[in-house]
């Protein structure tokens, strides 16, 4: 045994640096295009950093708030299919042992853990042979909290140091907040795991005419994916515009140094909502709806250096099993024990007021599941059925559709079913005389948190 210490050290001979940006043409796939992309709006880095080449990699700087941090970009005939953020390593490690490939996952690991959407992460986990571990979670669900837990900041590690286990070869990886570990089955062929990965995700970039051809990709619940071609709908509607845009939804805006004045924000994105200030929040009060749904809100404000955050108040009362808001909005609790009452209490209204920012820009404040997989089955004049990887995006989808819809939200019941948990809700959007209604059913896991969503949306209810 021997102490092999390796660092991250930038050498390179006989070459000029200069600011390289990587344009799409750059890359092997429109997949890595996008995971680059992804990784950049993270943190959002700059791009204008010096770069080294080399026939196999291109070495890349960028600083974000003075720190440096170094990618490597994998080529392959002159096209980048892979990328990992360089990393500090201290190993304690026999003189033989080949530590290079695994040095290349965890840094496309990291890098990926990096980027703000979890899919980049999930697609390059394999968890038949790896296994993760990160607070008191393992494998998927250790991904979604340690993701879930760095979603509004990058990962910094220090020096990764190595695990001793039996039958298998283990990292431990110190963050800001928690360890994240790592394990291969001794027996794994690492190298061959990244080159299956590489070649997964170097798809070619279509040209421009064959891009005209798109397709839907729908998931069934065998996992059996079938591409159909796409539909002629009716321009201008809700199912038209989700048709289109579900692959690609709209983003959400960062308003933080935006908003000087609160007050004057919430009153213009909420014209029909009473508004008052109490005990430092702000309560937004509106007529409770034909359907005998609410649209009431308690929001708090904290101001810091980078401008504003504004936060779904967490406020509530439990009284003879029943969850009360805001005084006047009741939720029957009583199918739950009370320890369920008491995990699941707090994030209701969190819940709840995300829904009912939905057509105002308080929603890019509040808007949080990025990571839950959905199921979205619209009933119009055909059944249409999308698989997406994220309700936030589909949120997102109908905010920019519904855009000065009057929204109401309401928890018609919590149940439990096949021992899990589930919450049914009912969200509507009033345009004129017409309304989109949708049923929303929220499944919880075993920890109390929300893994599952179906909504069944009817749109154009007169």
């Not at 190993?91 to 490939?101: A, I, R």
């Not at 007050?263 to 359907?291: G, Q, W």
């Not at 250096?305 to 808001?325: F, M, P």
């Not at 369920?340 to 007021?353: K, R």
Request: with cysteine; net charge neutral; charged share 30%.
């Amino acid at each position: 045994m021997k102490k092999l210490e390796i660092l991250v050290v930038l050498i390179i001979v006989s070459l000029d640096l200069f600011s390289f940006e990587p344009k799409i043409s750059d890359f092997s796939s429109q997949y890595q295009f996008k995971m680059y992309e992804s990784w950049l709006e993270k943190a959002d880095l700059k791009t204008n950093y010096p770069a080294g080449f080399t026939k196999n990699k291109i070495v890349k700087s960028f600083s974000k708030d003075g720190k440096m941090i170094f990618v490597e970009y994998d080529l392959k005939n002159r096209k980048i299919e892979n990328q990992r953020e360089s990393l500090p390593f201290a190993l304690l490690l026999q003189s033989d042992f080949k530590v290079q490939n695994y040095i290349e996952y965890l840094e496309s690991f990291i890098y990926r853990l990096n980027t703000d959407k979890i899919e980049y992460l999930m697609d390059f986990v394999d968890l038949k042979e790896v296994k993760i571990g990160y607070s008191a979670y393992e494998n998927k669900t250790a991904l979604k909290v340690l993701f879930r837990d760095f979603i509004n900041q990058r990962v910094e590690v220090e020096p990764i140091e190595f695990l001793s286990i039996e039958d298998g070869i283990g990292f431990s990886i110190q963050t800001q907040k928690k360890v994240i570990t790592i394990v291969f089955p001794a027996d794994l062929d690492v190298a061959k795991l990244l080159e299956e990965k590489r070649t997964k995700f170097s798809r070619k970039i279509p040209k421009k005419d064959e891009a005209k051809e798109e397709k839907i990709t729908i998931v069934q619940p065998s996992n059996i994916t079938v591409e159909i071609p796409k539909k002629s709908l009716k321009t201008g509607t809700l199912l038209s515009y989700i048709d289109v845009n579900f692959a690609k939804p709209p983003s959400r805006e960062l308003l933080n140094n935006k908003v000087k004045n609160v007050r004057k924000f919430l009153t213009d994105e909420f014209p029909n909502h009473e508004i008052s200030f109490v005990a430092d929040k702000f309560y937004l009060k509106s007529k409770k709806s034909a359907d005998g749904l609410y649209a009431d809100m308690k929001l708090e404000v904290v101001f810091g250096k980078d401008g504003v955050d504004i936060y779904a108040s967490t406020d509530h009362e439990i009284r003879e099993n029943k969850l009360i808001l805001n005084r006047r909005e009741t939720i029957d609790l009583s199918k739950l024990s009370p320890t369920e009452i008491a995990a699941i209490s707090t994030q209701i209204p969190s819940l709840i007021y995300e829904h009912r920012s939905l057509s105002s820009k308080l929603l890019n404040f509040l808007l949080v599941h990025d990571n839950v997989a959905s199921t979205l089955v619209i009933y119009g004049e055909e059944r249409e059925v999308y698989e997406m990887e994220s309700y936030a995006n589909l949120l997102l989808l109908l905010h920019n559709f519904w855009k000065n819809g009057e929204i109401y939200f309401s928890i018609t019941d919590i149940l439990r079913k096949n021992g899990n948990i589930e919450f049914e809700a009912i969200l509507t959007c009033q345009n004129g005389a017409e309304k989109d209604v949708a049923e929303v059913k929220f499944h919880l896991d075993k920890d109390y948190k929300i893994d599952l969503i179906m909504m069944i949306l009817h749109p154009e209810k007169k």
